[in-house]
């Protein structure tokens, strides 16, 4: 595991504090905020090649304010195998055989069902049982949601131009893609170049008849202004801009770096 982030702000306290995580195959994050997610008092963001119990033991021990108690504890799964189906075509019973698409095993894989109830739609996705059943351990009273899930609530899809909402990790990102008040599409891809990520924007586009010119590209993740990947994208797309984090936050790294934990901070009930 190799840590890549750690904020520290001045401004904690003792009041009713909120821990969010984030999970993915090659990622793990955590923010620990005030109740309604305007306030960040620690954020902690790492890397591995695979989850195993001993990382997972890593990555607590190594951020010892995981130790704490939490007025609530809530995580995003971030993993690929997901799809997404309109509610009247939903069937409780036939969720396994939709994600068999994916490779999943439902010998290693929890699957779940989660709506979307503005969009009217089902999000079916797989989690490791290994690490849900180490959290669920770690954490009894602990809420979850999908990437997805939460991505779509931030997407704007009235538009006929249509949005992307892309979210950038280390070794792959998110895309969620929309247009006339529909999710037309949420993927996960993996990239080695910037050049990779450029390519399967432009071929959505292509394949869903968006143009460069029109549709609104909201960033989010590991990406500046003066990066290759930017540089790239801002030649091709009118619309470019970063979907910026709401908190507070002390930091020398970009607010946008840390956006979708932001999100899952403003999900407390």
Known sequence: ??????????????????????????????????????????????STDSWNENELMDFFSVNSSLQNSFYQVQVVYDFSESILISSKDYRAEDTGLLLTTFGSNSGTANIVSELIAEWQLYNIYAVPKE????????????????QYTLAIKYIVAAT?????????????????AAKNNQVILAQTFEYSTPEDILFYLLKICQQFSLSQ?????????????????YKELYQYFIHLEFREASWSIQSEYPAHFFTSLNDLAKCVS
């Not at 690490?131 to 999908?146: A, L, T």
């Not at 909402?165 to 895309?175: M, P, S, W």
Request: hydrophobic fraction near 35%; charged fraction near 20%; glycine fraction near 8%.
């Open 213 to 229: 010119r029109e549709v609104q590209v909201q960033l989010s993740g590991l990406v500046d202004q003066q990066s290759a990947l």
């Open 131 to 146: 690490i849900q059943e180490w959290i669920n351990k770690k954490f009894p009273s602990v809420r979850f949601w999908h």
């Open 160 to 176: 006929a131009n249509g949005s992307l909402l892309v979210d950038i990790r280390k070794t792959d990102f998110t895309l969620i």
């Open 1 to 46: 595991m190799k840590q890549l982030f750690h904020i520290k702000n001045n401004n904690s306290n003792n009041g009713q504090q909120v821990l969010s995580i984030r999970m993915g195959s090659h990622h793990g994050s955590f923010a620990i905020s005030n109740k309604s997610g305007s306030e960040l008092y620690e954020l902690g963001y790492c």
